[in-house]
């Protein structure tokens, strides 16, 4: 009876990897292609030049970002080489300060302070234009992220990082390209809906 | 997909394994004791889970294709069970410890 | 006891202490929650979280080579190749691994800049370690590669067990490369991370678990090889079957192409079948002994591991796997929850298994019995299972009130966090760590003292086919 031999068995585990190997690398391919900045799920990073925003769309049934009319940051456009150095210079202050270990990315992460995946987009950076004194949305986010500690949040607090202006302009830079990933519609809902008091 | 709906849809898909869970152990518990009472019993968590299965299949808003795998797999939940303990008796066979 | 045999337990010792780490840098997570003041100025939470999960990855890895070197003589007859190497890097693993605890407790973090990531912190998520920590982590992967299949050269000879072990040897390293470059973009980065963490951790560990178990079945249930090799080779074809697609579950908001959502579904939801057979087999394993073993606390491990993994992986891990489910549950406690259920399930319970063997023979035990272990095995399944509860009710809660309800933002968030259900989850959490805190002290005292009073023979190994 083959089922009560081990090599019948050996033979099935090698077959089944090296078939789901393949598969997976043929998907690998594929999905690298779409994530490529400038694919077609990943806008290229001049799009911090761009207004992002975020909508649902019926005909896919989900939500998904959505690419408007100019509107760099801090009011001035850059150059695609430019743009990657700062998307370069966001990462290495994200991994250096292990942003991902309080926070989600695309919900990937720790779970003590909110998801960052759309945060570019969050309304509330509307309030903190006013508290910070800031005139936008991006230089609000850079005053939050040089002193977090000395803007009363909720309870939990940020701690100071020692995040330099121009590691904060960079990560900034790095939120707002985050925003407009296609990401199939998640976060679910994302500021659509208001939370009743 | 509603804020209650959700929740409810999920539950429901932990208490089909979990089911299956009772069912496999109850089943296995039944083979080794020769106890018909404990067969029922195992006949019974698998009539939650079927219950649990149809429930999902008929009232949550799942697409059809997840329907379909749910129905499959609580089919395949039945099997594995028997399946599995019969594979055990024969892999056995010679140790003079089958049960 | 053989050269290869004391470096066992060496490792083991070191994964049993680590283990403490884990659960004390748990702790202090947990006080965060309930406690936002808990250490603000002087230790963030990143730093409690990241000592909490890179000691977790490092404590089941030492448990790993620890029963992988306690085995080794037996399957082959001599001393593994290069075992002056292993016991070198043996004590270069344990002094990197403080050097790095005191740099994530005391330094904490540096500039934006590359030097950061060679010297302090790399930043991602369970490989935080700095780069050149990571680079000995790779040497002494690639030195017990080195120990298993060279030992195979060495004797000659190849068990089928020894087989599987050495052929995952091979994406045991190559896969722990991803831990070094750093990628600018997100999406590509999580693509590749995942490959680290799923295929490394959930499919490589996978194997490397079943070899281990496979090996502590000959010994402790006296199974013969031709069995325990042909369950080994199902496990893998399923285990690899499911679970190399089954990565997809963690491509589905990525920003990958939709069509993961359809293949890590399906695979995924594939993933409790094999875990259901895996209880029948434990019940009857139990049944055909009786429930009575030369070593009831590797036993009842053993039993723990086959329904942990089914209850953390298939239960748990089904409740969110369907990518319409996920979209709401992705990133919430409620991940939390089926993680930690998952992993204990997993691999601990298979680790602690392999202490007890390892102690029998250390200590000359004809039997290993007594209540310390109970105790031990109670409070800390009894915790864990409490903790997974509580997190599980704060899951819902987040996911329920920040997603479904909330809108997914700042204010959601927080509205989410703030809700009396997800606070009486924290506050349950942290009280069920407290169990599972005092099961790790039974547990370390009960390891420590086993048989010290007890004078007996030396169980006969099982030989090598």
Redesign the interface.
């Given at each position: 009876m083959p089922f009560d031999d081990p090599a019948f068995w050996r033979a099935g585990a090698i077959s089944t990897t090296v078939v789901m190997s393949i598969v997976l690398a043929m998907l690998t391919i594929d999905s690298l292609e779409a994530i490529a900045p400038g694919g077609s799920h990943v806008p290229p990073y001049t799009v911090i030049n761009r207004h992002i925003d975020y909508a649902h769309n019926a005909k896919l049934g989900r939500d998904m970002p959505t690419i408007g009319q100019d509107e760099p940051l801090f009011g001035r456009a850059v150059e695609a080489p430019e743009a990657a150095a700062l998307i370069e210079r966001g990462k290495l202050v994200i991994q250096s300060r292990a942003c991902i270990d309080c926070h989600t990315f695309m919900g990937n992460g720790a779970y003590y302070g909110p998801d960052l995946t759309k945060a570019w987009l969050d309304p509330a950076w509307e309030a903190w234009a006013a508290i910070t004194g800031a005139e936008s949305r991006e230089e609000a986010m850079v005053r939050f992220l040089m002193a977090p500690d000395q803007y009363a949040t909720w309870q939990r607090r940020m701690p100071n990082l020692g995040i330099s202006r121009d590691e904060a302009v960079a990560t900034v830079a790095y939120l707002k390209w985050l925003a407009s990933i296609d990401t199939n519609g998640f976060p679910i809902h994302f500021g659509r809906i208001k939370v009743s008091e | 997909?509603?804020?209650v709906v959700?929740?409810v849809?999920?539950?429901l898909?932990?208490f089909?394994?979990?089911a299956?869970?009772a069912y496999?152990?109850l089943?296995?518990?039944a083979?080794?004791?020769e106890s018909y009472a404990l067969l029922i019993a195992a006949g019974f968590a698998y009539a939650m889970l079927a219950l649990d299965a149809a429930g999902i299949v008929l009232a949550t808003?799942?697409?059809p294709?997840?329907k379909l795998?749910i129905a499959a797999?609580a089919l395949?939940?039945f099997a594995?069970?028997p399946l599995?303990?019969r594979?055990?008796q024969?892999?056995?066979r010679?140790?003079g410890?089958h049960? | 006891m053989s050269r290869s045999k004391s470096l066992a337990v060496k490792y083991l010792a070191a994964a049993v202490l680590l283990f403490g780490v884990m659960t004390l840098a748990g702790l202090a997570s947990a006080v965060y929650y309930i406690n936002p003041d808990f250490l603000f100025g002087f230790v963030p939470f990143n730093v409690a979280k990241i000592l909490h999960i890179d000691t977790m990855i490092i404590w089941l890895l030492m448990g790993f080579m620890g029963a992988v070197y306690w085995f080794l003589p037996e399957e082959f007859g001599c001393e593994p190749a290069g075992i002056w190497a292993a016991e070198i890097l043996f004590w270069v693993f344990v002094a990197a691994v403080l050097a790095v605890a005191a740099i994530f407790v005391f330094v904490q973090w540096g500039p934006g800049t590359e030097t950061t990531l060679w010297l302090f912190q790399q930043g991602r998520k369970y490989v935080e370690a700095p780069r050149w920590a990571a680079i000995g982590v790779a040497l002494v992967m690639l030195v017990f590669a080195w120990n298993v299949v060279g030992t195979a050269l060495k004797a000659r000879r190849i068990t089928g067990v020894m087989a599987v072990m050495s052929v995952n040897m091979v994406p045991l390293v190559l896969l722990y490369l991803i831990a070094f470059p750093k990628i600018d973009n997100m999406a590509v980065d999580l693509y590749w991370w995942w490959w680290l963490v799923h295929l490394w951790v959930e499919a490589t560990w996978e194997i490397l678990i079943g070899c281990i178990m496979a090996l502590a079945m000959m010994k402790l249930l006296g199974t013969s090889r031709r069995i325990v090799e042909g369950w080994l080779y199902v496990e893998v074809a399923l285990v690899l079957g499911t679970g190399i697609l089954g990565l997809g579950h963690h491509y589905f908001w990525i920003g990958t192409p939709d069509y993961w959502l359809g293949i890590g579904g399906f695979f995924s939801a594939l993933e409790p079948l094999p875990l259901l057979g895996m209880v029948v087999h434990a019940v009857y394993d139990a049944g055909v002994h009786r429930m009575k073993t030369s070593n009831q606390p590797a036993f009842y491990w053993t039993l723990a591991e086959a329904f942990g993994n089914f209850l953390g992986g298939g239960v748990f891990g089904f409740m969110i796997t369907l990518p319409q489910l996920n979209l709401f549950a992705h990133g919430t406690q409620w991940t939390v929850s089926h993680g930690h259920f998952a992993f204990w399930g997993a691999y601990a319970c298979g680790v602690l298994s392999v202490c007890y063997i390892a102690l029998q023979e250390q200590r000359r035990l004809v039997t290993v019995n007594g209540s310390g272990w109970v105790w031990a095995f109670v409070l800390l399944n009894g915790g864990l299972i409490g903790m997974v509860g509580s997190l599980l009710v704060a899951g819902m809660a987040q996911a329920f009130f920040e997603r479904a309800i909330g809108g997914s933002t700042l204010e959601a968030f927080i509205a989410g966090q703030e809700n009396p259900w997800f606070m009486l989850g924290m506050y349950s959490r942290f009280g069920f760590g407290l169990m599972f805190a005092a099961g790790y002290l039974t547990l370390a005292w009960n390891l420590s003292a086993l048989g010290r009073r007890q004078v007996a023979a030396v169980p006969q190994p099982m030989p090598a086919e």
């Open positions: - | 997909m509603s804020p959700f929740l849809t999920s539950s898909l932990g089909m394994v979990l299956a869970g496999a152990l089943y296995g518990a083979r080794f004791r808003p799942l697409t294709p997840w795998l797999s395949a939940y594995i069970p599995t303990w594979a055990l024969y892999a056995h010679e140790e410890t049960l | -």
